[in-house]
């Protein structure tokens, strides 16, 4: 079966720090590879999916396939990034979105 | 361009009664998703349309769960008889094309049984 793992549930830095936030996944057909982000009181939405390669908010994910990591990036955290973090692969063969169990960023000031 | 909707936007019952969730996709949305997020535990996957038909229900928790969509437009998903452990915020999600994997997120239902 599929599996997603975001070691960190809560990670914890201070503005203008850089910020990692690891996930591993199963291979398994080639994943498409996603992040999404929910902020406080608002909906789950796209964060960056690799295949368009762009930095959003300033954020970057690394591919790693020897690994199966896909570990997103900012090199200087702003307190506004403060959200819940989930890494989702879509998993062509199935057409279905695998959730890692998601990472709160906290950011203080 | 409206959003996906879900309706009601929480929902408070008790154990053994019915409960039925609406999500309306955005217009032209052929793929249409339901996940469930139980307190503590990661968003799962229960199902996917494409247009009114199932196409994968292998995430559905047992057969108190029935989720329809009919014509293709919204979809509604129905916990009968309704278990404590089913609460749960549950979302639904849309994409327009088989090959366009993002997902568009509703706001979710927080269901809550006693």
């Known amino acids: 079966a599929q599996r997603v793992t975001q070691p960190e549930k809560l990670l914890s830095v201070f503005k203008g720090a850089p910020v990692e936030l690891k996930c591993n996944y199963s291979?398994?057909?080639?994943?498409?590879l996603f992040w999404y982000v929910q902020y406080s009181r608002q909906r789950l939405q796209l964060l960056l999916r690799h295949i368009s390669r762009e930095s959003i908010k300033g954020f970057t994910a690394d591919l790693n396939k020897g690994e199966t990591s896909f570990h997103l990036k900012k090199p200087f955290a702003q307190e506004e990034d403060s959200a819940m973090y989930y890494c989702?692969?879509?998993?062509?063969?199935?057409?279905?979105?695998?959730f890692g169990a998601g990472t709160r960023l906290f950011v203080k000031a | 361009e409206a959003g996906v909707t879900q309706f009601p936007s929480h929902s408070v019952i008790e154990k053994g009664q019915t409960v039925t969730l609406r999500c309306d996709p955005i217009s032209g949305h052929d793929n249409l998703y339901w996940y469930r997020r139980v307190m503590g535990k990661e968003i799962k996957f229960l199902l996917h349309f494409v247009k009114e038909s199932k196409q994968d229900e292998s995430g559905m928790p047992n057969n108190r769960f029935l989720a329809e969509r009919t014509g293709g437009t919204y979809s509604t998903l129905k916990v009968q008889p309704a278990e404590l452990e089913d609460s749960g915020v549950y979302f639904c999600a849309s994409s327009q094309r088989r090959s366009d994997y993002e997902q568009y997120f509703g706001p979710g239902t927080r269901l809550t049984v006693t």
């Open positions: 291979y398994s057909g080639s994943p498409e």
């Open positions: 989702a692969p879509f998993y062509t063969g199935g057409f279905k979105t695998i």
